[in-house]
């Protein structure tokens, strides 16, 4: 949380951080190490003696006796302003503002209010999506954007500069690559990204020149200097976005474009409005050109190498503009590989890296524009577990920890941007963050994000092991997971290593392969003895190893043709997961054991473990919930996801409000009657007739009391969604089992500050020192904390002329050594020194930077 002091004070040198190289050497040695810290409160209190005086005392702990979350009723509500939401929280309306404000005004009234404070976070940033489709569209309209030269083009027409400064208020900085600025990857490529950044600067004439040659190709021509197709004006469709500084963004985009001869309409469009076009509609009607995406990293990233195929490739979403994307040959296989770990050590692994970031310019389906540097609004009274990326509106602890200082219970309403933007399904509903954010209230995972480092901790779990082939660039952190190194790792015969979806049974490895397998990775996961009596979804059934059956069928069925449900726009995941993934074996039933075999594996431990848990790609789901979705889908009367939606021309089904929910609730009758299983050929081994009738009798019960289908295990349950009033109102879960004070050590981020001092000039072929402060609430930052401090010098041509590693003098203060030798190789001139603190309590550096004028 920030504080008046330093709110304007954000990250503004995470640039600083593209030189992190230590941290992210050949070696999987972990970067951050995550200590249980409790901090002892400071309160002020009045005894009266003969007089007042203030006596500084360390209150008791407080003994909490309540499970699940701490207040009662959270009510959400739509306000797409924020001004109007900083308002609203001034006069007690709404008590927080769940969104990742970066507007410089709405900051500074944040920070000079004294009701108000909020939560700093940087994973939020902007880029400019294309219509890939075309050029020449089915109505003979011409997209430019159909020609990947014209969209590397934009990166040089647009000025990142401007963005930052004139639009953003400088709180952004500059991106040019699929690489979050303040994250390890960024820092491992860190020459790679800089030669980006230089070779794809502000370049307005190049821009003009590249994208003028290919218009010519194209037939294009210019007529008093408006280009034209077939004799009509080419006209481009600028989607604006108009909640935050995307307006601003879109405007200066379409002036950009309208400046070297596109005639641009400006479509201003909330969230909701622009949704059906960009995302959900068909690219190849060209009802848009350009769209203002904006995005959040909701957990601190250790690790984007997936990134290229998420936001390249058809593999990231099943919705028809990702269904859309057709690349390089060499960048999708590229892309495969480095998400599913196909590299034998960390050199491969940058190397490829690099080639990667290298073609994922030439694609440019998407341009990167700014990281935002954020502040989540918010009562000085209210407190949660904010993530340093994702904020609170992306924080996986936010239900858990959400709570009204001093007290316990009661209601708070939560304001934001959007709310209900698109169909709630977990299978592949809805992926906006707003939706996102409720969803994970509602649900469960069984590993919990850490919100200052981005590793992972048992919520539902007990333990794991993962082994990994010797010589592999995995570490671990932590003392829950156990890692140990092996010679071989061999896949059993009995091991299930696909579907077959007319059958409805698994195959086994022997039946799938003629010759022994080996992979690169094993995990096994240990639930505990009592989670089939402990845990229990919204509507009272107890979970069962029913569902977890359920999630790994569904892993396969839809992307299989022989499958009632089958949808194409799955089948490049499928492919994606299989390329990596040999085998998954239930070791034990009770309590739940159970094995994946795999050559897909993370740096870190971790983040290496497959858990089964039945958390979907968007939310949790419940086998007999599912089976709803499943016999609509079957029956062609709705669909799991937007692209096949939109190819049938039915509806995108939604668990929470709509005609789908009607839709199931038909189907829900029939299986009351019916007790029909799901794949029965398999969920019968698992699930018997008593499960089977409880269940739906249960989902029948709620769906009476609620009108809708949307049940999960978290501590919050979804009492009512009004989507036309923008309002939804989730209640405390009685039945979750963990206490309610279980996460609160994650209150406060131990962010390091860093201040650089030291001469301003500098003698050529002479020593100088510099002395580095680090510090944590103004005093001094352990050593023994500090994972390393490095700094780097920049010439006066911007060049990196040196890095280097500072000492430890003491605790809170290093020192940089600038030796005859590194000051002898810079001219004469203005040059930059940086600094980049990397602690182990936080996965974000933190930075600091100052100029000196060398001379002889």
């Not at 707003?434 to 200052?452: C, H, N, Q, S, V």
């Not at 919930?625 to 062609?636: H, I, K, P, Q």
């Not at 009607?662 to 799901?678: C, F, N, Q, R, Y």
């Not at 089992?737 to 003698?763: C, H, N, Q, Y």
Request: charged residues 25%; glycine residues 6%.
């Amino acid at each position: 949380m920030f504080t008046k002091k330093n709110l304007t004070t954000l990250i503004g040198l995470v640039m600083v951080a593209s030189m992190l190289l230590s941290a992210c050497g050949p070696t999987p040695e972990p970067q951050v190490i995550e200590k249980t810290v409790v901090v002892t409160q400071e309160v002020v209190k009045t005894v009266e003696v003969t007089k007042e005086v203030e006596v500084l005392v360390t209150p008791e702990p407080v003994k909490i006796d309540r499970k699940g979350a701490w207040l009662d009723t959270v009510i959400f509500v739509e306000e797409p302003s924020t001004d109007a939401a900083i308002t609203r929280l001034e006069v007690g309306e709404i008590d927080l503002f769940a969104n990742t404000v970066s507007n410089r005004e709405a900051a500074a009234k944040v920070e000079e209010s004294a009701a108000l404070d909020g939560y700093k976070s940087s994973g939020s940033y902007n880029e400019l999506t294309f219509n890939p489709a075309g050029p020449v569209l089915e109505s003979g309209a011409l997209n430019p954007f159909g020609v990947p030269a014209i969209r590397e083009a934009m990166n040089w027409l647009v000025d990142r500069n401007y963005i930052v400064q004139e639009v953003m208020g400088g709180m952004a900085v500059p991106r040019w690559t699929a690489f979050n600025i303040a994250s390890s990857d960024y820092a491992r490529l860190a020459d790679v990204n800089r030669t980006i950044e230089l070779k794809y600067a502000y370049n307005k004439e190049k821009a003009v020149e590249i994208i003028s040659a290919e218009m010519e190709k194209l037939g294009a021509t210019q007529v008093d200097g408006k280009w034209q197709f077939n004799g009509a004006p080419v006209n481009l469709s600028v989607l604006i976005r108009t909640e935050d500084e995307r307006r601003g963004i879109g405007d200066y985009v379409a002036n950009q474009l309208e400046d070297i001869g596109f005639t641009v309409t400006r479509d201003y469009k909330t969230a909701a409005e622009a949704s059906p076009l960009w995302m959900r509609g068909n690219p190849g009607d060209g009802l848009w050109n350009v769209y203002t995406g904006g995005w959040i990293t909701t957990v601190v990233p250790r690790n984007l190498a997936d990134n290229f195929l998420f936001f390249y490739t058809n593999q990231g979403l099943g919705v028809p503009l990702w269904q859309a994307y057709v690349n390089d040959p060499e960048f999708y296989e590229l892309s495969e590989k480095l998400a599913y770990a196909d590299y034998k050590d960390m050199a491969e692994r940058n190397t490829m890296l690099a080639r990667a970031l290298e073609l994922s310019m030439l694609d440019s389906v998407r341009i990167w524009l700014v990281d935002r540097q954020a502040v989540t609004p918010k009562r000085n009274e209210v407190k949660v577990a904010a993530d340093l990326y994702g904020g609170v509106s992306g924080s996986y602890l936010w239900a858990q920890t959400l709570q009204r200082e001093g007290e316990i219970g009661g209601s708070m309403t939560v304001a934001m941007p959007s709310i209900l933007t698109e169909p709630w399904n977990a299978i592949a509903g809805t992926n906006w963050i707003f939706d996102m954010m409720l969803i994970r209230g509602t649900g469960e995972i069984a590993l919990m994000y850490d919100p200052f480092t981005g590793l992972l901790w048992p919520q539902r779990m007990e333990r794991a092991e993962v082994f990994i082939q010797e010589g592999l660039p995995v570490g671990k952190t932590l003392d829950w997971v156990d890692l140990q190194f092996v010679p071989s790792i061999e896949v059993p015969a009995d091991a299930w290593a696909d579907w077959d979806a007319e059958t409805q049974r698994f195959l086994t490895v022997g039946e799938v392969y003629t010759e022994t397998l080996t992979v690169a990775r094993k995990s096994v996961v240990y639930y505990p003895a009592d989670m089939y009596s402990t845990v229990k979804w919204h509507d009272g059934s107890n979970l069962s190893i029913g569902d977890f059956i359920m999630g790994m069928i569904l892993t396969f069925d839809r992307a299989k043709e022989a499958s009632p449900v089958y949808d194409a726009s799955a089948v490049p995941t499928l492919d994606g997961f299989m390329s990596a993934f040999k085998g998954v074996k239930v070791i034990s039933e009770d309590p739940l054991i159970i094995e994946t075999y795999s050559d897909d594996y993370d740096l870190d431990a971790e983040l290496s473990i497959d858990t089964w848990w039945p958390y979907y790609a968007q939310g949790e789901g419940a086998w007999h919930a599912l089976t709803l979705g499943l016999m609509a889908d079957a029956a062609g009367e709705a669909t799991f996801s937007a692209d096949k939606a939109d190819e049938l021309e039915v509806e995108w089904l939604s668990f929470i409000a709509g005609p789908t929910v009607e839709i199931m609730k038909t189907h829900l009758d029939e299986v009351v009657a019916s007790g029909e299983l799901p794949y029965a050929p398999t969920m019968s081994e698992y699930v018997d007739a008593a499960e089977v009738q409880a269940r739906y009798a249960n989902l029948a019960e709620w769906f009476r009391k609620r009108g809708h289908l949307w049940i999960g295990t978290g501590p919050f349950y979804l009492e009512r969604a009004f989507p036309v009033e923008g309002t939804v109102i989730l209640k405390r879960f009685l039945d979750y089992p963990d206490m309610a004070d279980k996460w609160l050590r994650f209150s406060e981020a131990a962010i390091a500050e860093v201040e650089l001092d030291g001469p301003g000039r500098v003698t050529i072929g002479s020593a100088e020192t510099y002395d580095v402060y680090v510090t944590f609430n103004e005093e001094p930052y352990a050593v023994a904390d500090i994972d390393n401090v490095k700094f780097l010098v920049l010439n006066a041509k911007g060049e990196v002329a040196h890095v280097g590693e500072a000492v430890a003098v003491e605790d809170g203060l290093w020192k940089i050594e600038l030796t005859a030798d590194v000051t002898s190789k810079l001219e004469a001139g203005s040059n930059q020194l940086e600094v980049v603190v990397v602690s182990k309590r936080v996965a974000l550096p933190s930075t600091d930077a100052l100029t000196f004028v060398t001379a002889k």
